[in-house]
């Protein structure tokens, strides 16, 4: 591909050499070893992945050093951030926020580079993630304004609030770097915790725009931001136990090895969110058009690298064929092309050995009775494998048994409704559902069960987090803990209160305390 094609603004012009990074309020120099990053995108004419610059390869002295300012700034529960007032933590979220906003133009032109988003979808990421972080600071308000009051039972007086954990590790997923990673980091740090953050190996370089807003919004150790592999500097946090909370959106392989080199996992608070094998199940009276439609951008958005695309589509016998034939024709008139290029819904795979991966999906899928319903389907170049439409899938299949988390749609036709129930009762996963079909008397037992398997039942629609104001979580191996705009404050926080007995004594106190307003937690101010 000529670097012709490639928009003025959007080409790379100097590497990134990321040499610092933050700790303790300081941006550090790094002159130790580092790791280059590299696009899948290619900027010449014969196909080459892009060098775009280099990022620290961190250690256990530096992952300590970070843990040890986090645990400063905590300091037990004294330090300046967990006591402070409310409306100063808002402050500081506001004007981080500000600064933010102003790294627009470079952080969507490096999730276009890094992992090969489209242009409209890392511009949607961006102002998605500053509406959440809006959005956040206005459901944090309104928690305060509802916990400005003393209750009275029993004799006894009590203010109760929400308090901070303590100090976060946090860890985000690739496939969204920006917005999943602050879907954990901004409620755990406007809650008054402390946070060591490590980025994603692909969607690393992209950060680096908004250190500086990082080290001048917060005080010193509120944010510390490493680099390097996740055994290499999240294993030695763990183990000193002395992290209260792990927030993850990864896989539950990673979780379940970070949780155990805790020592005291019972102290350890666990917000993850982990994978998913969301089906799409299509009922004989389902209305095509729309099904189909829902049905592409649910398992190749992004080109299905998403925990909540739907990774197995079942469909009902009598339609099998007719959605089979349709199915298969629109998704190989996807257009395939670079991020930034008008129309583009299938971009290069960020990661280099993802089309090998698909292609042994296909492969074990075709030996054991599947075919390639489309005529593109497992074509390769060098960043990308055509989405191959698979039938009948049987579920000795990798392609069924795996979360693919890639542009291949395993498809199963089903002669009763209890063989999908049945499945997805069996799954280790339990995040969401898509119900395609009109008929209520149908629908209505099948939504009741299905709510108790996953977390969202779609109806006649395609799986998702959005709007970001609605519970995201799952059941089993696919979610603990609630993310959400609401839910997430919640989970990075506990309920904590101080309680009086109603005597003359106490009463006198209570009310010096408000007056004086020596107190930052007890206070019935009411932030606007």
């Not at 819904?345 to 292609?359: G, S």
Request: charged share 25%; glycine share 6%.
């Amino acid at each position: 591909m000529s670097t012709t094609t490639i928009p003025e603004e959007y080409k790379i012009t100097e590497l990134i050499e990321q040499k610092e990074y933050l700790v303790g309020g300081d941006l550090k120099k790094w002159d130790g070893a580092t790791t280059e990053v590299f696009s899948t995108i290619s900027s010449t004419e014969e196909y080459k992945p892009t060098l775009l610059g280099s990022i620290p390869d961190m250690g256990e002295e530096e992952a300590l050093d970070a843990l040890n300012a986090a645990l400063k700034a905590y300091d037990q529960g004294q330090g300046a951030w967990p006591t402070m007032r409310v409306k100063e933590r808002i402050d500081c979220m506001e004007k981080f926020v500000e600064k933010m906003i102003t790294k627009r133009d470079e952080v969507v032109k490096l999730l276009m580079w890094e992992i090969g988003k489209s242009l409209p979808d890392s511009e949607k990421e961006f102002d998605r993630t500053v509406i959440y972080i809006k959005d956040t600071i206005e459901d944090y308000k309104q928690l305060d304004r509802d916990a400005a009051k003393f209750q009275k039972n029993d004799g006894v007086y009590a203010h109760i609030r929400r308090g901070p954990l303590g100090v976060v590790l946090c860890l985000g997923p690739y496939n969204y770097p920006l917005n999943e990673t602050f879907a954990l980091l901004i409620p755990a740090i406007i809650m008054g915790n402390t946070t060591i953050f490590k980025p994603a190996k692909h969607g690393v370089l992209l950060i680096t725009p908004l250190l500086e807003a990082f080290q001048s919004s917060f005080p010193n150790g509120v944010v510390n931001i490493i680099f390097g592999r996740g055994r290499a500097v999240a294993s030695p946090i763990m183990k000193t136990g002395k992290v209260d909370v792990l927030a993850l959106i990864g896989n539950s392989k990673s979780a379940n090895a970070l949780q155990e080199q805790h020592p005291k996992s019972n102290r350890l608070r666990l917000v993850l969110g982990l994978e998913a094998k969301n089906p799409a199940i299509i009922l004989p009276d389902a209305d095509l058009d729309l099904t189909i439609d829902e049905c592409i951008a649910g398992t190749l958005s992004f080109n299905g690298q998403r925990c909540t695309a739907l990774k197995v589509v079942y469909v009902h016998e009598s339609i099998a064929d007719e959605f089979n034939k349709r199915f298969a024709k629109r998704v190989d008139e996807l257009k395939f092309g670079n991020p930034w290029d008008n129309g583009a819904k299938l971009t290069p795979l960020p990661e280099p050995n993802k089309p090998a991966y698909i292609q042994e999906l296909i492969d074990d899928a075709k030996a054991k009775g599947a075919s390639i319903l489309n005529k593109k389907g497992g074509k390769t170049t060098d960043n990308y494998i055509w989405p191959a439409v698979l039938y009948p899938v049987s579920k000795d299949m990798r392609v069924y048994q795996e979360e693919q988390f890639g542009p291949v749609v395993p498809v199963v036709s089903f002669s009763n409704i209890e063989e999908p129930l049945d499945d997805m009762a069996a799954s280790n996963y339990g995040q969401q559902v898509s119900l395609f079909g009109k008929d209520v008397y149908t629908l209505a037992p099948l939504i009741d069960t299905l709510v108790n398997l996953v977390c969202r039942v779609n109806l006649n629609s395609s799986c998702q987090r959005g709007p970001d104001v609605y519970p995201f979580t799952g059941r089993k191996d696919s979610a603990q803990a609630t993310l959400s705009v609401h839910d997430a404050l919640r989970s990075f926080s506990v309920r904590t209160f101080v309680a009086s007995k109603d005597n003359d004594i106490n009463n006198e106190i209570i009310e010096q305390l408000l007056e004086t307003r020596l107190s930052n937690f007890i206070s019935t101010d009411y932030i606007l």
